[in-house]
Every structure is written in C-alpha cells, then in structure tokens.
C-alpha cells in the first residue's frame, strides 16, 4: 500500500519568511496529492491540491510542485502570516483512497 | 460554501458501550468516508462508502465496526463495544462527481471526539 512521509515534523518561521514541507511517498501509481490544513480542534480543510499531470500549481501565496519521478511533492508558502501556524497534513493516492503524511507543525512567529 | 457536519462534537462513553457517530455529508455528494486521528497523530483512514455500499475499508476497520446511510441525508459510524484505544477524534469526509475541484476533492467535517473510559 501507499505509504507517505513528510518533514520536517515541527518548523518555526518569522513572519514574513517562507515556509516549506517535504512529502514523499511510495505507490507510483499515485495521482492525486491534496495539502490540509488542520487548525486546533478542527477537522483538516483543504488548501491545495496537485494532479500527476502538472509539475505546479500556485494559489495566492500557496503553491505545490509534484516530482512524478522523484516521487516527492512540496507544499510552499510565502509571506507567512500567524494565522498560517497549523498543521498540514498531505496526502498521496488515487480515485476516492489517499493516504496522510504524519504532519508538519509549522509555527509563524510574530 | 457547503460543509459536512457531524454530531456529537464529543462523546464519552463506557468500555464496551455502543456508539454512534452521524455526519451530514455535502448534499450533492456521492462518496462518503471515516478516518480516525489519535490524539497527536496522523489521520488514518478507516472506510469508504458509494451506492450504499462499502468501496474499501482499512485494518482498523474491524467487526467491531459499521457503517450505514440511514436516509438520504445522514451517514453513521457505529461501533458496538468501545475500547479505550477506539479513542480518538472521527472525521466525515465526503466527495462528489460534479465538484469544480474534481470527483476525488474529499471535504472534512469538523470530527467527533470519542472518549472511552
């Protein structure tokens, strides 16, 4: 089965700077990659998300690159706000089945 | 925007106790999940359900388990005798074939945090 990774497991940016998080995963018959956000008590929403047939896709200051071959995926976000501190989770599988990294504590210090 | 709902926003409950877990999926929606979130851990998937019927379930998903789509509305997860390890915090999910985001976007509800004492 599928299998995802995902670093760091914490990260702490000044706010302002960019933040980064690394997922890979293991089934390269994967073809989907959503990116959630989790705030405190809440249930994980989605933020973006990635098809196998495009390299990028940006929103806003959120953006996504997939590496097919590489089998990696990152998560980019710019101009980091504190409203940004949360955790995302993503997620790699195809049809309705994906499976979840463990996490990235990002934290946007003011 | 729609959204899922789900209710209770916490139950507690006695080992070996039967509980209920409801969701109101998106209205125009089509597929329809579970997943558990230990306490501090990642989201696990435990079933997926279309046409009313199982699609694919997890080890998690034992006997103990069960799912059903009482009426067109509402979509449960029971689970006949607790354990202390069942807690956790469930989430409903639910995707649908003519979402701008595509059939397989799946949108959380806000989960329902299962206490087993």
């Known amino acids: 089965g599928e299998n995802v990774e995902q670093h760091p497991s914490t990260l702490s940016v000044q706010e302002g700077d960019s933040a980064v998080i690394k997922c890979t995963y293991s089934?390269?018959?994967?073809?989907?990659f959503p990116w959630y956000k989790q705030e405190l008590g809440k249930g994980p929403q989605l933020i973006i998300d990635i098809r196998s047939n495009v390299g990028e896709k940006k929103d806003q200051r959120i953006a996504v690159t997939l590496n097919k071959t590489a089998k990696h995926f990152s998560l980019h976000i710019t101009e980091t706000q504190p409203e940004d501190s949360a955790v995302y989770f993503c997620a790699a599988g195809y049809g309705q089945n994906f499976v979840f990294g463990p996490g990235t504590r990002l934290s946007v210090l003011p | 925007e729609p959204e899922v709902t789900q209710t209770p926003s916490h139950q507690v409950t006695q080992m070996g106790q039967e509980v209920i877990l409801r969701c109101v999926p998106i209205s125009n929606h089509l597929y329809f999940y579970w997943y558990r979130q230990i306490l501090g851990q990642k989201v696990e998937f435990l079933v997926s359900?279309?046409?009313?019927?199982?699609?694919?379930k997890s080890e998690i998903f034992d006997d103990q388990f069960s799912v059903e789509r009482p009426d067109g509305s509402n979509f449960t997860l029971k689970i006949r005798s607790t354990k202390l390890e069942d807690s956790a915090m469930y989430f409903c999910?639910?995707?649908?074939?003519?979402?701008?985001?595509?059939?397989?976007?799946?949108?959380f509800g806000p989960g329902t945090r299962l206490t087993v004492l």
């Open positions: 999910a639910s995707s649908g074939l003519n979402d701008p985001r595509g059939t397989d976007t799946q949108y």
């Open positions: 089934d390269s018959a994967s073809n989907y």
């Open positions: 359900f279309y046409n009313n019927e199982i699609s694919e």
